[in-house]
């Protein structure tokens, strides 16, 4: 069975940082893509960033570029999202998602964990 399990959301004030985590569960690691979305309240899902964790390639939303980094431990089975220079408007459910096929930061994935909670004050 596949598990996605993001944690590390909080509470954090404009221009801080936070790291999440996403430990992935039940399939090869190195054979998925994972990737991060959020959604704010009242607004749809959106594409953060993802990895294809078999090659390290990486892809970024124009909105996070520079600001968030994401990586993968492929021996803990775990994708990380540094996320550095918050602003009130990341604020959203962050959620993590896995699939075998590229769907870059489309919603396409099939797996998703339940999500964590980033809150940023002005």
């Known amino acids: 069975e596949v598990q996605l399990v993001e944690s590390g959301g909080g509470l954090v004030q404009a221009g801080g940082s936070l790291r999440l985590s996403c430990a992935a569960s039940g399939f090869t690691f190195d054979d998925y893509a994972i990737g991060w979305f959020r959604q704010a309240p009242g607004k749809e899902r959106e594409g953060v960033s993802c990895?294809?964790?078999?090659?390290?390639?990486?892809y970024y939303a124009d909105s996070v570029k520079g600001r968030f980094t994401i990586s993968s431990d492929n021996a803990k089975n775990t994708v990380y999202l540094q996320m550095n220079s918050l602003k009130p408007e990341d604020t959203a459910v962050y959620y993590c998602?896995?699939?075998?096929?590229?769907?870059?930061?489309?919603?396409?994935?099939?797996?998703w964990g339940q999500g964590t909670q980033v809150t940023v004050s002005s």
């Open positions: 990895i294809y964790t078999s090659r390290g390639t990486t």
């Open positions: 998602a896995a699939d075998p096929r590229g769907w870059g930061l489309s919603l396409r994935y099939d797996y």
